[in-house]
C-alpha cells in the first residue's frame, strides 16, 4: 500500500474505531438504568412520606425514617430483586453503616463534592466479585443537603429539645448532626445480582 493509501485507510479506520467506541457509549447499560430507578424510587417515596411527616411536625418525621424508610427499602430490595439501602459515614442508623466499598466510594463522593462537581451527578456504579463468588453490580448516587430543605431540623447543629429527644430515644447512637447545606449526608446504596 502506498504512503497516501495508508494515510487514507488509517485515517477512515480511526473513524469507524471512533464511531463504533461512541455508539457503544450510548447503549444503555441495563444494570445502571435499574439501579437509577430504584434510586428515583426510592428517593420520590420517601421524600414524600417525610413531607408527609413534617406537616405533622419534626418529631413525627423521625418516627416515619425510623419505621417508613426501612420499609421502602426492603419493598425496593424485593421488587427489583437486589438489596437496596441508604449509607453514611456519619449514620444515625447503625445498621446504615458503609461497608468497606461503600465507605471508599463516599469518601470520593465527598471530594468529588468538595472539587465543585454537581450534587446530582455524583454517581459511581461498579460490577464486583460478592462474597458468595457470583458476580455484583454496585451502585451509589450521592444524597447532598440541599438549600431550604427541612432535612437541617432533624440533622443540623442546631436542633429542638423534643426533636433531639426523639431521635436519642429511637438512635442512641446517632451520629448524623452536624450538617450544613450543601454537605454530603450519605448516599443511595443499590446491589443487584449479575
Keep these: ?7 487514507k485507510f488509517l485515517f477512515f479506520a480511526a473513524v469507524c474505531l471512533f464511531t463504533a467506541v461512541e455508539a457503544r457509549s450510548e447503549v444503555p447499560d441495563p444494570y445502571m438504568e435499574k439501579a ?18 413534617m406537616k405533622k411536625g419534626p418529631v413525627h418525621a423521625i418516627t416515619v425514617c425510623a419505621q417508613i424508610a426501612p420499609e421502602i427499602a426492603s419493598d425496593l430490595s424485593e421488587h427489583y430483586g437486589g ?14 453503616k458503609p461497608d468497606e466499598w461503600e465507605s471508599s466510594v463516599l469518601k470520593a463522593f465527598d471530594q468529588r463534592l468538595k472539587a465543585g462537581e ?20 454496585r451502585y451509589m448516587k450521592a444524597i447532598v443537603i440541599p438549600a431550604g430543605a427541612p432535612c437541617l431540623v ?17 438512635y442512641p447512637e446517632d451520629r448524623a448532626r452536624g450538617y450544613k447545606q450543601g454537605d454530603l449526608r450519605g448516599a443511595f446504596t443499590v446491589r443487584l445480582p449479575k
Design 36 to 53: 437509577r430507578a430504584v434510586v428515583r424510587e426510592f428517593h420520590e417515596r420517601l421524600r414524600t412520606e417525610l413531607m408527609a411527616g
Design 118 to 137: 454537581a450534587p446530582e451527578t455524583i454517581e459511581f456504579s461498579e460490577t464486583v466479585q460478592a462474597a458468595d463468588g457470583r458476580k455484583e453490580f
Design 1 to 7: 500500500m502506498k504512503y497516501p493509501q495508508m494515510k
Design 83 to 96: 438489596k437496596v439501602a441508604r449509607t453514611s459515614t456519619r449514620p444515625r442508623n447503625p445498621k446504615n
Design 154 to 170: 432533624c440533622h443540623g447543629s442546631v436542633i429542638d429539645r423534643a426533636v433531639e429527644e426523639r431521635i436519642a430515644a429511637i
